[in-house]
């Protein structure tokens, strides 16, 4: 199972661009690199997912190296209503998915 | 489309008493899964389900039991309830795979916020 690694917390403030990066030294040839969002009282909710180079949607973009030991969440302009954990998630068809700790990302205003 | 829909939201119990959390899903999912969240230790597997009939023990699994006998549903069974089984529950579910992209895309619940005294 590949473990992650991220940062507890990081804080912004409003209209910056955010980055939050996950170390996944262990990762296998067909894992795929998910992140979610949760918001408190609420369950995480799926953003993004890739699997090498470059992916975007209309919520975030995510960066993966070449040797994908690495990925970082690209929130650009974030806002108050960004405030929220944001996990990262490694696994391919695997049964158990296990996630990290999170990083708790504080927009300020 | 409900997506995964958990009962109770709130529960208070006292040591020694059972309970079970109930979690259903209407995406036809076969992947059906438990997660606790503590503070501090992220999303902790308690255990999961690959289809009706299938369970198997996660990373944190003492205490808990679970059945699958419908694609739907996979209840979650506290049989004694310990203080340190205070906790907020998540049940998630995901489609077939098939080893595609779609292996990590987990729906969650909304969370059962348990307390044991």
């Known amino acids: 199972l590949a473990k992650t690694t991220q940062p507890i917390s990081m804080d912004s403030y409003e209209g910056q661009e955010v980055n939050i990066t996950c170390s996944h030294n262990?990762?296998?040839?067909?894992?795929?690199i998910t992140w979610y969002q949760q918001f408190p009282s609420q369950g995480p909710r799926f953003i993004i997912q890739g699997y090498k180079t470059k992916v975007t949607n209309e919520v975030a973009s995510l960066f993966i190296p070449a040797d994908r030991k690495s990925s970082t969440l690209s929130l650009p302009r974030v806002s108050l209503s960004d405030t929220a954990v944001y996990f990262c998630?490694?696994?391919?068809?695997?049964?158990?998915?296990?996630f990290g700790s999170g990083t708790q990302l504080t927009v300020l205003p | 489309n409900a997506g995964v829909t958990q009962t109770p939201k709130f529960q208070v119990l006292k040591t020694g008493q059972s309970m079970t959390l109930q979690c259903a899903q209407d995406m036809n999912h076969e992947y059906m899964s438990w997660y606790r969240q503590d503070p501090g230790m992220g999303l902790r597997l308690i255990h999961y389900?690959?289809?009706?009939?299938?369970?198997d023990q996660g990373e944190v699994p003492n205490g808990y039991n679970v059945s699958r006998s419908t694609t739907e549903d996979f209840p979650l069974r506290l049989l004694s309830a310990a203080p340190s089984q205070t906790s907020v529950y998540f049940c998630a579910s995901r489609p077939p795979t098939g080893g595609t992209s779609g292996a990590n895309v987990l729906t969650f619940g909304a969370g059962s916020r348990l307390t044991v005294l």
């Open positions: 262990n990762i296998a040839t067909n894992d795929y």
């Open positions: 389900s690959v289809g009706a009939g299938i369970t």
């Open positions: 998630l490694v696994g391919g068809s695997a049964r158990q998915l296990t």
